[in-house]
């Protein structure tokens, strides 16, 4: 699943995060099967821009919390090579994306870090207490199904490919055993 071009355009905007080569690092880190965590992160974001407005939430803050609400760099496929105490990734990844946000000079307010910590509600330490967060958390949910759906849907056709591929294999053999019997009549 690759970004629309509005998506780049507006991550354009947020330069001072999407080209900080450290948060970038975040496209090497897989997502839903179907993205990398930058791409993911810019579609949350963008999402939760549009909808801030119609809940009286700054457009700004929604969009940075949405870029920066998984700045964590570990491949939750792969394990943790870092240790946090054998917790479960949804359990940390928001609080890693709070420090390593920081680390990166972000200065967020005390209701951003709470957004951002909140996001993986239900499976999350802490709960949503804004607007702000529930927008965060909303817009995290939707792009994460229209992702795994795409996921879905890229297996399914890869696997129709590969039943076809087999499918003309046989067709070639049988005509080539075919034509071989012809010859030698
Ligand atoms: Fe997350
Ligand atoms: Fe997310």
């Avoid at 359990?91 to 967020?108: I, M, Q, W």
């Avoid at 909303?138 to 229209?146: E, G």
């Amino acid at each position: 699943m690759v970004l629309s071009d509005d998506a780049i355009q507006f991550a354009e905007q947020f330069s001072d995060i999407t080209s900080n080569p450290n948060y970038r690092m975040l496209k090497a880190v897989p997502r839903h099967g179907s993205t990398n965590t930058y791409d993911h992160s810019v579609r949350v974001a963008e999402m939760a821009y549009h909808m801030a407005p119609k809940f009286g939430v700054d457009s700004v803050s929604a969009a940075r919390v949405g870029l920066l609400h998984d700045f964590c760099l570990v491949d939750y496929r792969k394990g943790d090579p870092v240790g946090h105490n054998g917790r479960m990734y949804c359990f940390y990844h928001p609080e890693d994306a709070v420090e390593n946000s920081e680390k990166e000079g972000y200065k967020l307010s005390e209701k951003e870090k709470k957004a951002i910590r909140s996001h993986m509600f239900p499976l999350a330490t802490s709960v949503p207490t804004s607007r702000l967060a529930y927008i965060l958390t909303l817009s995290d949910k939707i792009v994460a199904t229209q992702e795994s759906f795409a996921n879905a849907v890229e297996s399914y056709m890869r696997f129709k490919m590969l039943l076809n591929a087999k499918r003309l294999k046989a067709v070639r053999v049988l005509h080539r055993d075919h034509s071989d019997e012809l010859w030698t009549r």
